[in-house]
C-alpha cells in the first residue's frame, strides 16, 4: 500500500527508544480499524470537527469566498472533501496520499457524485514538498486539512508543511485545517485508549504490518498499548510496551527488548488556537478565523496569505 522503507524502518527499531513512523499505521486493515475510532464514543475529534464544519457551513462558505481548485493533501476516502466540494462548488479537486490506489477508487466516486467536478488523484508525500501537474489552475485554490492530522507532526515539522501547503497557493488562495486543542487529560486520554480497546488494536496492528513490510516475526499479544498525554510537549504519546522480554528479527537485523521496554509510535499533538495561529503567521498565512465548539476542544481555521 505505502512505498516501503526497509532501511528506514529498521533504523528506527534500532533506535534507543525504537520507533516506527504513525504513516505504517494505515495498511488496509489499520484503515478500518481508524476509521472505526473515528465512531467510537471517546473519540471527539472527527465528530467535535464534523459538527463545527454543519454548524458553521454558511460563514465558513462566505468567508472562503469562491474556490476553484480544492487540495487535500492524505485524502483517503475523499468523504470530508465531497461534503465541503458540494458546499463551495469548485472546478476542480485534487486528493493526495500516499496510497494512490486507495485514493483513486475515492476520487472515481467523487467524480461520479459531483457531476462536472474535475477530481483527481495525486499520488505524492506532502511532508517532501509536492508538486502538482501543470494543469491545475493556480487562481482561487483552497488546501483543506481536516482531521488534525497536523498533530502528528512536532512543531518544526508542522511549520515545514504549512510552508509547503503555502507554496500551493497564491495570494488569493487559502488553508482550511483541522486542530487539535488542548483539553482536560482524562478526557484526552480516553479518546487514546477506549474502552472496546479499538486504539489498542490499532497500534499493535502496526507490528503486523511491518512483519509484511520488512519481513519481522513480531507477535502482537506480546505487546501492550500505552497512551498518555506528555504535558510538557503537549502531546498525546502511544506506545507499544513489551509485555516480557522479546527478541525480533528480521532478514538482516534483529532487536531485543526487556520487558517494559517501549516503542513509540504516534506523537499527537494538541496546539493551543494561539500558538497553532503564530506557527500559521510563521508559514505565511498572516490572517486567521476559527471555529471552535462550545467546550474549546477543537477548532476549524481558515487562514490566508
Ligand atoms: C489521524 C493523526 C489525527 O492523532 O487523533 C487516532 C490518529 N491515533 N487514534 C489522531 C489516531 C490514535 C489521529 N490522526
Given amino acids: 500500500m505505502h512505498p516501503t522503507h526497509p532501511s528506514a524502518i529498521t533504523e528506527g527499531l534500532n533506535q534507543h527508544p525504537a ?34 464544519m454543519q454548524a458553521h457551513a454558511a460563514d465558513m462558505a462566505q468567508q472562503l469566498g469562491p474556490v476553484r481548485t480544492v487540495i487535500e493533501p492524505g485524502a483517503g476516502n475523499c468523504e470530508k472533501a465531497s461534503v465541503l466540494c458540494r458546499r463551495v462548488r469548485p472546478t476542480c479537486f485534487v486528493g493526495v496520499d500516499i496510497s494512490v490506489d486507495f485514493l483513486q477508487t475515492a476520487v472515481q466516486r467523487l467524480r461520479a457524485d459531483i457531476p462536472g467536478l474535475d477530481a483527481r488523484a495525486v499520488g505524492g508525500d506532502m511532508t517532501q514538498g509536492l508538486v502538482l501537474p501543470a494543469d491545475i489552475p493556480r487562481a482561487g485554490r483552497l488546501v483543506f486539512y481536516p482531521g488534525s492530522s497536523i498533530g502528528n507532526f512536532d512543531p518544526p515539522h508542522a511549520l515545514d508543511l504549512l510552508r509547503h501547503m503555502r507554496a500551493l497557493v497564491d495570494s488569493d488562495g487559502g488553508l482550511l485545517i483541522g486542530i487539535d486543542l488542548p483539553k482536560e487529560v482524562a478526557v484526552l486520554e480516553a479518546a487514546y485508549d477506549d ?28 505487546w501492550a498499548h500505552r497512551a498518555f498525554f506528555n504535558r510538557e510537549a503537549s502531546r498525546i504519546e502511544m506506545h507499544l510496551e513489551a509485555l516480557a522480554p522479546i527478541r525480533v528479527r528480521w532478514p538482516g537485523g534483529e532487536r531485543c527488548f526487556a520487558a517494559g521496554e517501549r516503542i513509540h509510535t504516534e506523537n499527537s499533538y494538541k496546539y493551543p488556537l494561539a500558538v497553532f495561529t503564530t506557527l500559521l503567521a510563521q508559514a505565511g498565512f498572516s490572517r486567521a478565523q476559527a471555529w471552535t465548539d462550545e467546550q474549546g476542544w477543537f477548532a476549524v481555521v481558515h487562514a490566508r496569505p
Fill in 195 to 222: 474502552a472496546a480497546g479499538v486504539t489498542a488494536a490499532f497500534n499493535r496492528n502496526v507490528l503486523t504490518h511491518l512483519n509484511r513490510l520488512i519481513g519481522s516475526d513480531f507477535v502482537e499479544e506480546q
Fill in 19 to 52: 520507533r516506527i513512523s504513525p504513516k505504517y499505521f494505515y495498511d488496509q486493515r489499520g484503515s478500518l480499524l481508524f476509521e472505526a475510532i473515528t465512531r467510537l464514543p471517546e473519540y471527539y475529534p472527527t465528530r467535535t470537527e464534523n459538527a463545527l
